[in-house]
């Protein structure tokens, strides 16, 4: 037996934040958009995750104004977007009323489908997010973060899936940042979920450890509703399993998506030149390409090996890669076993670096290590050691609340904070999660707005092709 299974295609998010470090542009995604439209996916992720960051921090561009473009161009197709929790786009806890109004102008603006995760797989941290969407009636897709621990097994996985459909999940994901899953694992996994749960289960898995694809094959034979790929020139490595070479290898059996396999090719076309001129202007990097085992051995999710990658290179120390990759699953023990993926994936790898260029451990801390230590991101899957606590915060009071419970509303603060810049409602959502990262390209927008000749911009954009 079986069914078609569906796909989601990550190429506009996933792909792009673990390849390139979220480097793609508005301009080099909409020429493509209503070819991936015409495929018939299952949802297209196309925001949420890096990318508003990056829009804002490297590409000064504004990335509301993404979503409405790509909106506009894919009709048919669900938009997909990844959101942090409690963390939305960024790397701490907010208030929830600024999470409830980053929901509201996501769906506002063109997001279909929410796919909410925390860190840490404390669900208290999923609550404000998931009644948000429910409100204004976005597809909620709840998470599950997979990863390999003392204390996690299939039977926590399972239980987890479950309590997230109680609390009102459309459908389930789980997702395997690291590329930790193995085949008959991931069978296993999957089978046990589809026997206690009834929305569908979407997996989400990286190549980074060579097993992605064998571990889509099996979690399909197990039941799964739909999985996560990319485009072949922007797949594999840290990035997802190729989309064509799925869609082939399941037709004609009754796992057939019935996609045109001609038409996914053309889309190929389009990427080519553009994997090509990544990898000349070196924003690929061929260290993150291949087939890692380190991951299977440390633990370490597919955009975390190449920010550890450009981390050393900063500082001239990248003959420290490998002592580095030995250290972080050490801090992910001592800091609870938290699953690996943004933010604590960033807060591990920080730490990792800094316990082993700073030549003794936690000889320097940085914040968010003490944070995950008081509390600040929510319940660790395991309880920290009374030694590391007092090692890492002394004897600072911890947070055992939710901890957004303690945070008041900010969102009139902001508001009034960044006044000047305002030109739609959805920037205050910019300025909240991201700060001057925000109120710099405001800036950039103004100059570009009164300054600078409309031709003179136009122009430029031609003269450079993609
Ligand atoms: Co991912």
Redesign the pocket.
Known sequence: MGKPVRITE?VLR?AH??LIATRMTTEEILPIVEKLDDIGYHSLEAWG?ATFDSCLRFLNEDPWERLRKIKDKAKKTPIQM?FRGQNILGYKHYADDVVEYFVQKSIANGIDIIRIFDALNDIRNLKAAINASKKEKGHVQATVCYTISPVHNIESFVKLGKELEEMGADSICI?D?AGLLLPYTAYDLVKAMKEKIKIPIQL?T?YTSGEASMVYLKAIEAGVDVI?CAMSPMAMGTS?PPTEPMVAALQGTPYDTGYDLDKLVEICEYFKPLREKYISSGLMNTKVMGVDVNTLKYQV???MLSNLVSQLKQQGKEDKYDEVLKEVPRVREDLGFPPLVTPSSQIVGTQAVLNVVMGERYKMISKETKGIVRGEYGKTPVEIKPEIVKKIIGDEERITCRPADNIPPELEKMKKECAEYIEQDEDVLSYALFGQVATKFFEYRQAQKYKIDPDLVDREAKTHPI
Request: net charge negative; aromatic share 0%.
């Open positions: 990550t996933d934040q673990s995750g990844l997702k940042m989400h990286h996560d997802q999710p597919g955009g």
